[in-house]
């Protein structure tokens, strides 16, 4: 099999990861209370644990704002240092880290 040309990595893709997860954890709160009048039905058809997963996932959720939220400002403080040490102004090369494409 012939070698495949090198070409450089692309660069990560930057996303609001804390409205995602903010998002995802008020949908498994809302998902809780829209489940609670529904208990007792919930529980005669077996599927009592429903509205405690949500719960769960919601504070899952929580925890994951909270990490996510650390890492944003980890980031913000990486690259802020990085601006005012003059780091990254082309001591890098200028095609990245290279990568097979198979």
Same mark, same amino acid.
């Given at each position: 099999?012939p070698?495949?040309?090198?070409r450089?990595? +692309? %660069?990560?893709?930057?996303?609001?990861d @804390?409205? =995602? @997860?903010?998002?995802g *954890?008020?949908l498994w709160?809302?998902a809780?209370?829209?489940l609670?009048?529904?208990? #007792? *039905?919930?529980e005669q058809?077996?599927h #009592?644990?429903? +509205?405690w =997963?949500? !719960?769960? /996932?919601? !504070?899952?959720?929580l925890i /994951?704002?909270w990490?996510? &939220?650390?890492?944003?400002?980890? =980031?913000r403080?990486a690259?802020?240092?990085?601006?005012?040490?003059?780091?990254?102004t #082309?001591?890098?090369? %200028?095609?990245? +880290?290279?990568? &097979?494409?198979?």
């Amino acid at each position: 099999m012939p070698k495949t040309p090198l070409r450089p990595s +692309p %660069p990560p893709l930057e996303a609001n990861d @804390v409205a =995602i @997860v903010g998002g995802g *954890t008020a949908l498994w709160f809302v998902a809780f209370l829209a489940l609670l009048p529904f208990k #007792g *039905t919930l529980e005669q058809h077996g599927h #009592g644990t429903w +509205p405690w =997963i949500c !719960l769960s /996932g919601g !504070l899952l959720g929580l925890i /994951g704002l909270w990490y996510c &939220r650390a890492r944003r400002d980890a =980031i913000r403080r990486a690259r802020a240092a990085e601006a005012a040490t003059g780091a990254g102004t #082309g001591a890098e090369s %200028p095609e990245g +880290p290279a990568t &097979r494409l198979d």
